[in-house]
């Protein structure tokens, strides 16, 4: 007989080692309405992938508390405080970590109960899969509505429908069929998931890891399977470079790099970078990591980045791609769950963090609530807790954001009371459009002549290069000039070309500028609303002394006066 290959200790560690690193993670989270059996559903997974410690199993078998009937319990492998085991339901979020030789699994097991809405969506919000549990016996339950809603408001777009206590139904197919039509038209309605339904029963472990013989005619996977060959990639990953700063690294006089998590694309050795809000361009002379230094980088990778020339960053600023720019702004549209027993109120102070950066924020404006048990809309003046609406924000500073669905990092934010320091609201940025509530009236009884006469002067649009400071010098020259001018930051809303109109409506002089992206500004939508009274700047070489900007103010009213008179230089 051959003798058998031997492997030293240490051989057999760092091959065990590797392939545990090399293992691919899959994050997924439990939803449910209560008894529909989640935590006996993950606790018997957990048992028959011998995920449990044995001290945890004699722990379990010796618990006072058994509703289950059998020698184990298995929803007290999850539901651990004390709470949760008199009451039989689940309270806070769970988490649990298993593997199996095809995959790694972080197991978020959330509560059912309507108000415990929040912590679900907690657990959800950085999950790549849910598990939607149906109790077979009950059907489709407002519950149901509420998590499948709240998963594809946080972007999960793969879901495994578990259709529970099958045994109680005598394992019946047209049960399991009519439920099944019954999920894939409410997920149809909600939004663009993968879905894959099951039939199981968590108490007896049927189609859980071990496919059951009482369900002949389903041929799908198990659960485990189905975990273990998903594929989670993003439908929508994002290409361009997003690099919040978490903090600046020096640790002597020849060394200066920031450290941060890519939140998407890929860096390499001498890539083109843009900091901002500086908007200084400069190049990644290398990538330091834990393992040295690398020649790129990726999503999820958190390294240094030292650059080539010496720029001002911070915590809480961001390197981007030059030729992809986030939305630089200081307003946007978002959903919210709001997290908090105190409501959320309109222009009341709060905190918003944003990838690193802290600033003041103000709701300005709730466009609606959402009903998640019937999934409508409705007016709404504050939001209470678990509540979730789209609500316009303002904030102190601009910040530089993506939609949510695009980049969970950039296009997501908490907010923070600033007296007790709690985290308020969890925050969803969309790509819909921020609405300036104050021009609402999409007709007015008073005309633009009448307007214009009583002003003196017709309506204009002037885009001005430079940046803020000429803007307001303009500004201010073209009201020395008897014109009722305001400076619009252009990437100030995204709503900027309907606010434009309605300015215009007004019969104001606009003064539109862009502090970082001119490119941004939507030079063929604003002639077509201004004609003849469209003004653009030739340069901000041309235009960079306040005698310049006079002789340009004075062209515009000459042009926009009604009388076609102009005023004297004065103070000007």
């Known amino acids: 007989m051959a003798a058998a290959p031997t492997i030293s200790a240490p051989e057999g560690i760092d091959r065990f080692l590797e392939q545990e ?73 769970a988490y649990r970590y298993f593997s199996t030789p095809r995959r790694k699994f972080i197991i978020a097991d959330t509560p059912g109960h309507e108000q415990y809405t929040r912590n679900m969506a907690t657990g959800a919000s950085t999950a790549d899969l849910a598990v939607i549990l149906i109790d077979a016996t009950k059907g489709l339950l407002p519950q149901t509505k509420r998590h499948t809603f709240i998963a594809s408001l946080l972007g999960i777009r793969h879901l495994l429908v578990a259709v529970n206590k099958m045994d109680l139904v005598a394992f019946s197919e047209s049960t ?24 199981l029963s968590a108490l007896e472990g049927d189609n859980l890891v071990t496919r059951s013989v009482h369900t002949p005619w389903y041929n799908g996977p198990t659960m485990l399977e189905h975990l273990e060959t998903v594929d989670v ?136 609530r959402v009903d998640i048990n019937t999934l409508e809309e409705d007016a709404a003046p504050r939001l209470e807790m678990n509540e979730i609406g789209l609500v316009d924000f303002e904030t102190s500073q601009p910040l530089f954001v993506d939609s949510y669905a695009s980049n969970r990092t950039t296009g997501s934010l908490i907010l923070i009371d600033p007296l007790s320091n709690a985290t308020v609201g969890a925050v969803m940025i969309r790509d819909d459009r921020y609405e300036e509530s104050v021009f609402a009236a999409e007709t007015h009884e008073v005309t633009s002549e009448e307007r ?103 062209r515009i009213a000459k042009r926009v006066k009604l009388d076609g008179t102009t005023l004297g230089k004065g103070a000007f």
């Open 233 to 368: 990639k993003p439908a929508l990953e994002m290409e361009s470079l997003r690099f919040p700063v978490q903090s600046v690294i020096r640790p002597d006089a020849r060394f200066r790099g920031f450290a941060g998590r890519i939140a998407s694309g890929t860096v390499r050795q001498g890539d083109e970078v843009l900091a901002l809000p500086s908007k200084r361009r400069t190049r990644v002379e290398s990538i330091v990591s834990f393992d040295g230094e690398l020649a790129a980088a990726g999503p999820s990778d958190s390294v240094v980045l030292k650059l080539s020339d010496e720029i001002d960053l911070s915590r809480g600023e961001m390197l981007v791609a030059p030729d992809a720019l986030p939305n630089i702004s200081n307003r946007f549209a978002a959903m919210v769950v709001w997290l908090h027993a105190t409501p959320l109120e309109l222009n009341h102070n709060y905190l918003a963090k944003h990838a690193g950066r802290i600033v003041k924020a103000r709701a300005r404006k709730i466009r609606h």
């Open 176 to 199: 399991f069929l009519q439920l099944e039509t019954d999920f894939l038209a409410l997920a149809e309605r909600l939004g663009n998931f993968s879905v894959q339904c099951i039939p």
């Open 21 to 93: 690193l090399g293992k691919q993670l899959l994050r997924f989270t439990t939803a449910g309405s209560v008894d529909d059996g989640k935590s006996t559903l993950i606790g018997r997974l957990l048992h028959d992938c011998k995920a449990v410690y044995e001290d945890q199993l004699a722990s379990v078998k010796k618990s006072p508390v058994n509703r289950s009937g059998r020698a184990i319990d298995f929803s007290l492998l999850t539901d651990g405080l004390r709470a949760e085991r008199e009451q039989g339901i689940t309270i806070d979020v």
């Open 452 to 554: 214009a006469t009583r002003r003196g002067h017709r309506s204009a649009i002037v885009v001005s290069h430079g940046g803020r400071s000429l803007a307001a010098l303009l500004e201010r020259a073209l009201w020395e000039q008897g014109l009722d001018a305001i400076s619009v930051l252009a990437g100030q809303a995204s709503a900027a070309n309907e606010l434009f109109r309605r300015f215009w409506e007004l019969g104001l002089v606009l003064v539109v500028w862009d502090e970082f992206d001119e490119n941004r500004i939507d030079r063929k939508f604003l002639r077509h609303v201004a004609g003849d009274f469209y003004f653009e700047l030739a340069s901000s070489e041309s235009s960079s002394s306040p005698e310049d900007l006079f002789d340009d103010a004075l």
